[in-house]
């Protein structure tokens, strides 16, 4: 392999001042677009040896023919131009923003004679304000009705405007009491823009101190026999009170803040965006992200803010984020150009801040598995991703069925492993089978020891898809039940025979599969296995792997096969560990069962209760100074860590 790619600049052409740069390949195309503080440092990244570059990276670099820079006076004016760059021309290896659905918003036309209130998911409506986005069109159909209770202003649609304007009739919707502009012949235009000041003031500031002016002028205009007054002040009133209880108070509330929660993996990730406005969450947004390159938390925060922040949409005076990018500062300069005063960014370690961050990052959590399993569950994705799987590896068929396996253990000790089944590209978990392996070396002789055996159910005489008269040997506990089961005939195990083996590791757990499969004699079964660190896929005897776009959908339900192995086998090697713990709790004398329940419910978890000193343990109930003494020193012999 090459040291470096033959367009790199020499290290004199590169100026260390910062700027923005961009990669294109044969055909001009704009494949990367980055900044930098020092584009010389910044660079000399990218023109480091092609071996020790990230395999993404590396595909970047191999794939562009030439680099340009612009320098610009200082940070700023690079993320300006950076974003500028990026929504031109939309090179691939950039982070991909796609938003899940379209928002609705609620829109206040000021440019208009009569500005009106509306609901819309169109953005850029000249001189219009935007508030929101909210999560369903029923909850903003919700505020805008409570609002116009309290500020009553125009409705109507453009042309009703017009047309009750010069006709001198008041519009539909004023008749039947559904608009309150200068077209329902109630106020005047300039009264009509009062109240559209107020309105706006209000979504802006959300004052609770409204409620105490209107209760001052329901009782004033009741003392002074007023009652039309007074009873529009009540309306008003109750009106207030319903809006301020639509969401519940989540900080204090005179703080405006946004709270960015981010829950990735090596493909994609999910952001989820809670606007709070005067301490309530007033608006939620959420969208998906596509990485092309490995991008550390740091960065991908850089670009989600961003990105959410476009469209004339103003940042409040403090975002909270997961983590400060290496620009924080440069960042917090860009947001305060488009907010018109200072905002600060922030990464919340504890209080109220902190906690509303861990619950944004949780709903981003839930979006990205919401939108793997949609993606997964499309039956055109899954065809896509079979055909791409089988071009890439060259197989002779589409993988129908594809079996992938896991090896899990507590420190070298206690080893399990996992078989998950996909077929059709789709998870069949009542084919998943469990493993025990009684003693092992290391990863790959129990990778070759869980295929050796499963094998072996493909060469039993007469051999139809039914199960064959194994046995059990080499299983324990639940495990040994369930081939006894299969091999009586009662249950089907390893029903079929797969298209294609995929074991989770890179090149060494692939050439002990391929080892097993070899000895096994069994023939026309494809092989495979997907490294972590770098996503890539190794196949037998080959000194390269095979490198899959990042936004595949054959990549996709790799990483999807690989991940379902692997929480299989965590799931059952947890399991055991409950089992391993209670026994060995229940051999320490004066410890019956009722006391090892209490302890367990205690602590919530082992972990929890293997780290307890002597004194904790001794707090729970029943459990005196001599028997926690006990109890700490058996749990620190047997020595059990967290599974691998």
């Known amino acids: 392999m090459n040291e470096t790619v033959a367009y790199r600049p020499r290290v004199g052409e590169i100026p260390t001042a910062p700027g923005v740069y961009r990669f294109r390949d044969a055909d001009r195309r704009v494949l990367y677009v980055g900044k930098a503080k020092n584009l010389r440092a910044r660079l000399s990244n990218y023109f480091a040896p092609l071996r020790s570059l990230h395999e993404r990276t590396r595909r970047m670099v191999t794939t562009a023919t030439s680099v340009e820079w612009t320098v610009v006076a200082n940070d700023v004016e690079a993320l300006q131009l950076e974003i500028t760059l990026i929504n031109e021309f939309s090179p691939p290896f950039n982070v991909r923003f796609k938003d899940d659905k379209s928002y609705p918003y609620l829109v206040v036309t000021l440019a208009d004679e009569a500005p009106r209130a509306m609901v819309s998911r169109r953005r850029g409506i000249p001189g219009a304000r935007y508030f929101g986005p909210y999560p369903k069109v029923w909850a903003v159909n919700e505020t805008l009705e409570v609002l116009l209770k309290l500020f009553p202003i125009r409705t109507c649609k453009d042309s009703d405007y017009k047309r009750a304007m010069a006709s001198g009739r008041p519009c539909f919707a004023g008749q039947i009491g559904r608009c309150f502009g200068p077209c329902s012949r109630l106020v005047t235009i300039e009264e009509h823009r009062e109240n559209v000041d107020r309105f706006v003031a209000f979504m802006q500031n959300q004052d609770r101190r409204i409620i105490g002016e209107l209760t001052q002028q329901m009782k004033a205009a009741a003392a002074a026999q007023d009652y039309e007054t007074a009873a529009r002040r009540r309306d008003q009133l109750q009106a207030a009170e319903s809006f301020f209880e639509k969401s ?71 975002v909270v984020v997961p983590e400060l990018p290496d620009d924080a ?159 009586s005939g009662s249950r089907k195990k390893f029903a079929y025979r797969p298209n294609l083996l995929v074991v989770d590791g890179g090149q060494p757990q692939v050439e002990a599969a391929a080892r097993a499969l070899a000895e096994s004699g069994v023939e026309g079964i494809a092989l495979c296995g997907i490294a972590k660190r770098l996503e890539e896929i190794w196949t037998p005897d080959a000194d390269f792997p095979v490198i899959l776009p990042r936004n595949s959908d054959a990549l996709f339900l790799f990483q999807r096969v690989r991940d379902e192995a692997h929480r299989f086998a965590i799931t059952h090697q947890r399991q055991r560990r409950k089992r391993d713990i209670g026994s060995v709790l229940s051999e320490i004398p004066g410890l019956g069962p009722s006391r090892v329940k209490q302890l367990l419910r205690h602590f919530g978890s082992v972990t929890r209760l293997r780290a307890a000193t002597e004194v904790e343990i001794a707090e729970v109930s029943g459990i005196g100074p001599v028997l926690a003494a006990t109890v700490h020193r058996q749990l620190r012999a047997d020595g059990v860590s967290a599974p691998r």
């Open 248 to 318: 519940a108070v989540v900080l204090g509330e005179s703080v405006d803040i946004d709270v960015f929660g981010i829950d990735h993996d090596e493909l994609s990730a999910a952001v989820q965006l809670f606007i709070v406005r005067g301490g309530r969450v007033r608006g939620v947004r959420s969208w998906t992200v596509d990485k092309e390159l490995d991008v550390p938390l740091g960065e991908l925060v850089d670009s989600v803010v961003q990105n959410a922040y476009v469209d004339d949409i103003r940042p409040p005076g403090e």
């Open 329 to 487: 500062a440069a960042l917090e300069t860009w947001l305060a150009t488009l907010a018109g005063r200072k905002v600060r960014l922030r990464a919340a370690q504890r209080g109220d801040k902190a906690a509303l961050l861990q619950t944004a990052t949780q709903n981003a959590k839930q979006s990205l598995m919401l939108y793997k399993t949609r993606r997964s569950a499309d039956f055109t994705t899954r065809s896509r991703a079979l055909e791409d799987i089988q071009e890439a590896l060259g197989m002779a068929d589409a993988p129908l069925r594809i079996e992938c396996f896991d090896v899990s253990h507590l420190s070298g000790t206690n080893i399990v492993a996992s078989m998950v089944v996909f077929e059709d590209g789709l998870p069949r978990k009542d084919e998943y089978r469990r493993f025990t392996i009684p003693q092992s070396s290391d990863d790959t002789d129990s990778i070759h020891q869980v295929l050796t055996r499963r094998l072996a159910y493909l060469l039993q005489p007469g051999w139809n898809g039914e199960v064959g008269d194994v046995g059990a040997a080499g299983l324990e506990g639940p495990d040994a039940a369930t081939d006894a089961a299969a091999a």
